[in-house]
């Protein structure tokens, strides 16, 4: 059952890097941006990354504004958050006992 | 059997060295916490290919469900794979910047693929012999071309989504390249 757990664990956390580190990528690293003009279709994520940079200031009305889907995103990294969080007091209580 | 610990010969069925007080016990449990860490490793990675393998083709059929949404005019498909090898180059395909890339998301479907057939290789062998870092030294460079095909393959079947929605791009090439980190830490 440990094992399970463990696995788990490794594969959700491989999850989160992944997802943080290409959101990372492509709200800051990428040169290649804002080519919607090529199919001239409307996508969800159109004003996306400008709600991310809003939610990073703070504004979190005018980021909810930009795109609703934002709070999905923050929904997301509040779970990463506390998954990590609770890991991480874990192994500091584990740390402690010992 | 002798003690690891101090050398002197014991009874094969001690729990300690009655000459230093070495506890074999707390060291099999040691070696089974090993062993069962680099299993689950094994696994994990394993199970990160899949997954990257997964969105790699969940990303190329939704573009193939799509059409030619992405205004892409020429895409190389199975057919025209199988064009070239049974008639040759029968299409008259030029071999130009642009051909290269219209390979590349059949290349990412292939190369993930294979990248997961060479997972399993991987898998299999360590769980025997943890000791064999060739054949994870082989995969990841097999992930790490592998990775680079699925981005370059992505973004050239669904160029539109270069905002902030080509994250998800991203996200099989990084579990990938996870999976290889996790079967070099399972070896010895």
């Not at chain 2, 060295?17 to 060291?27: K, L, P, R, T, V």
């Not at chain 2, 860490?37 to 969940?58: P, S």
């Not at chain 2, 997961?116 to 870092?133: H, P, T």
């Given at each position: 059952m440990k094992i399970f757990s463990n696995l788990f664990r490794q594969i959700r956390f491989s999850l989160y890097i992944a997802i943080t580190a290409s959101g990372i990528i492509v709200q800051w690293i990428i040169p290649l941006q804002y080519k919607c003009d090529i199919s001239n279709n409307k996508c969800f994520a159109c004003g996306l990354r400008t709600a991310v940079n809003l939610l990073l200031d703070g504004k979190l009305v005018e980021a909810y504004t930009s795109n609703k889907l934002i709070l999905g995103i923050l929904l997301l990294g509040i779970i990463m958050f506390i998954d990590v969080l609770i890991y991480i007091i874990k192994i500091a209580r584990s740390k402690a006992a010992e | 059997m002798f003690c690891k610990n101090c050398g002197k010969e014991i009874d094969n069925s001690?729990?300690?060295?009655?000459?230093?007080?070495?506890?074999?016990?707390?060291?099999?449990?040691?070696?089974?916490?090993?062993?069962?860490?680099?299993?689950?490793?094994?696994?994990?990675?394993?199970?990160?290919?899949?997954?990257?393998?997964?969105?790699?083709?969940?990303?190329?059929?939704?573009?193939?469900?799509?059409g030619d949404l992405s205004g892409v005019a020429y895409f190389f498909t199975f057919d025209d794979l199988a064009d070239l090898i049974v008639n040759g180059d029968s299409r008259n395909i030029e071999f130009n910047w642009d051909m290269i890339l219209s390979i590349a998301p059949l290349s990412s479907i292939i190369l993930s693929i294979a990248t997961?057939?060479?997972?399993?290789?991987?898998?299999?062998?360590?769980?025997?012999?943890?000791?064999?870092?060739g054949i994870a030294y082989f995969y990841l460079i097999f992930t790490f071309i592998t990775a680079v095909f699925t981005v370059i393959g992505s973004v050239y079947v669904f160029p539109f989504l270069l905002c902030f929605a080509g994250f998800i791009y991203y996200i099989p090439a990084i579990l990938l390249i996870i999976a290889a980190v996790k079967f070099l830490q399972a070896t010895k």
């Open positions: - | 001690a729990k300690f060295c009655s000459n230093c007080g070495f506890n074999f016990d707390a060291e099999k449990l040691v070696e089974k916490v090993i062993v069962d860490k680099r299993k689950t490793m094994l696994n994990a990675a394993f199970a990160l290919n899949i997954i990257a393998l997964g969105i790699v083709i969940a990303i190329l059929l939704t573009v193939t469900a799509l997961a057939i060479v997972g399993v290789i991987a898998k299999i062998v360590l769980s025997s012999n943890a000791s064999r870092k």
